[in-house]
Every structure is written in structure tokens, then in C-alpha cells.
């Protein structure tokens, strides 16, 4: 058993974050997977997956150290966290790409916020974690890219690697004492889901769906009129997002959004000029991301 990573789980748990083996020098979980369940032990009532194995009980914590130098994995959803990924551009990117970190602080400055000072985590291929406290009554999942290019978070459904664990790429280390800070409420408010559109029978999608897309315009250009000072900025970005999928789908022209989230943005005390960089990144985004319909099967 390698001391170190044990300690390294034990640290965590009394966090109260829920820690599972990770295979040694891997970030890769060491728990079985749904074909080989034995269906026995913790399994005995139904396959119980690593987020649902993850524990802060310190005797599990030692028995399962005690078998092999396991890495430590988070499960950042029942530990109450939400992490952000700040990652770096792949070796066979290009050179000029910015890194997460450099997109998360040029957001901050754009909403009017100082990068949060919350526990960090160097990861070992030279990025960061920001680790934060999940908001209360809303249930946030993983992301990929919704924040920016080489911004992730991980919550529900995900995990990370946490402090004291090594791969070939590096170790992951501390950079601080671990208080998380809250999650700052405007980037809840980028992360939050965007509101889905009701079911409804196939004849009638196309219809129900243009309604919904003017309820939702109306409703997002209201929500970005109204953003306070400092959410502004995360206001109309989340907006923007929500509503591009309707322009992809078809249900709004791009000019009518475009008008409708300039002149609130600017209404909220935006800049002229801010609001076209926000508007032009996030509905490029969403429309690229939404070319083909959601709805119901």
C-alpha cells in the first residue's frame, strides 16, 4: 500500500468528498464494470456504479487502499462539488490556442468578476481544477466547452483525479488548502440547463416548437434586461446560448435574436461592442452544436 495516495483519500473524505479507487498511475476507475458485476457485497440488490460506491467512510477508505497504490477519484456530484477544468491545448493544436485558463479569466473580466479564489488543483498535464461548492436545489451535470474552449466542469455524473495521485504525465498537486469557495451565482447561471420544450406529439412539433422558441425569447430577453451589475455579462452569454438552438432549428432567424439580446444587453448597461462579441461567440457556439433537432423520439 502506498501511504501517500491512502493519506491523499483520507484527506478527501474528511473534506466530505466521496473517494473511489482509481488503477495505479491511471486516471482510469479500478472498480468493476456492469458486465463483470460478481452481484454480490454492495451489489448484491443491483450493479452499484463508482459514483454510488464512492464513500468517505475511512475503514472502506483503508481496506481498498490496503489492495493495490491506487490513484484517487472524486465523484464530484455526491461530494457536492462542481469542478472546473481548465485544460491545455494538445501538443497537436495550435500553438497560438489559448489555454482554459487564459479563456476563464478573460470571462471573469468580461462580467465584471475577479478570477474566485477557491482550492486549486494542478493537474498533471500542466492545467488546473477549480473546485467549488454545488449550489443548492439545482441539480448541475457535467460540461464540455459550455464556459469556453478548454473549459469543462464536472459534477453529477463525473469525477476528478484528486491531489497526491500520479500519472505518467505528471502528479496532481495542491495549490492551496482545500476550502471551496461556493459557486459564484453568474457562472450557475451559465451552467445551469437551459429550459427544455414540453413534449408533444409529432404532428404538432413544429408548431409547438416556434411557440416555445417566442415564449423563450421574450423570456431570455427579459432575463438579460433585468441582470444586475457583475451578471450581467453571464446573462446575456447563457441567453444567447439558449436561444441559438432555436436559430439552428429553424424556429428564429438569427437577426431577430441578435436585435432582441443587443437591445437588452444594452438596456442591462452593456457596451454596444460587448454585447456583439458575447452574442457573436455564444450563438456561433449553439448553433453549431444544435444543428439537428431535439425533439421527442
Not at 462542481?82 to 489559448?98: F, H, Q
Not at 441539480?139 to 500520479?166: F, I, K, M, P
Not at 422558441?213 to 447563457?238: I, P, S, W
Request: proline residues 7%; aromatic residues 6%.
Amino acid at each position: 500500500m502506498s501511504e501517500h495516495l491512502l493519506r491523499a483519500a483520507l484527506d478527501a473524505a474528511e473534506c466530505g468528498w466521496h473517494v473511489f479507487p482509481l488503477r495505479p498511475g491511471t486516471k482510469r476507475p479500478a472498480l468493476h464494470g456492469t458486465a463483470s458485476c460478481p452481484g454480490t457485497g454492495e451489489c448484491a440488490s443491483g450493479h452499484r456504479k463508482w459514483e454510488q460506491r464512492a464513500t468517505t467512510d475511512p475503514d472502506r477508505i483503508r481496506a481498498a487502499w490496503s489492495r493495490a497504490p491506487f490513484n484517487v477519484g472524486i465523484a464530484t456530484g455526491p461530494s457536492g462539488l462542481v469542478v472546473i477544468d481548465l485544460d491545455v491545448p494538445k501538443d497537436n493544436s495550435s500553438s497560438d490556442a489559448p489555454c482554459g485558463a487564459t479563456t476563464f479569466a478573460a470571462l471573469c473580466e468580461r462580467a465584471g468578476q475577479a478570477v474566485p479564489t477557491t482550492y486549486r488543483v494542478r493537474t498533471a498535464s500542466g492545467g488546473e481544477h477549480l473546485y467549488f461548492t454545488a449550489p443548492t436545489g439545482t441539480r448541475l451535470t457535467n460540461t464540455a466547452r459550455t464556459v469556453g474552449e478548454l473549459v469543462d466542469t464536472r459534477a453529477w455524473g463525473g469525477y476528478v483525479v484528486a491531489a497526491g495521485s500520479t500519472t505518467p504525465a505528471g502528479p496532481y498537486e495542491a495549490l492551496c488548502g482545500p476550502e471551496a469557495a461556493p459557486l459564484p451565482s453568474w457562472l450557475q447561471s451559465i451552467l445551469r440547463p437551459a429550459p427544455k420544450p414540453s413534449q408533444a406529439p409529432s404532428v404538432a412539433v413544429a408548431g409547438q416548437s416556434r411557440r416555445y422558441a417566442d415564449v423563450a425569447l421574450t423570456a431570455e430577453t427579459r432575463n438579460v434586461a433585468t441582470a444586475q451589475l457583475g451578471a450581467r455579462e453571464a446573462a446575456l452569454f447563457r441567453a444567447a446560448r439558449a436561444l441559438g438552438r432555436f436559430v439552428a432549428w429553424g424556429d428564429l432567424p438569427r437577426h431577430v435574436v441578435e436585435q432582441a439580446l443587443q437591445e437588452a444587453g444594452e438596456t442591462a448597461g452593456l457596451t454596444a461592442a460587448e454585447c456583439r462579441s458575447t452574442l457573436r461567440s455564444a450563438l456561433n457556439w449553439s448553433i453549431t452544436h444544435n444543428a439537428r433537432r431535439r425533439d421527442a423520439a
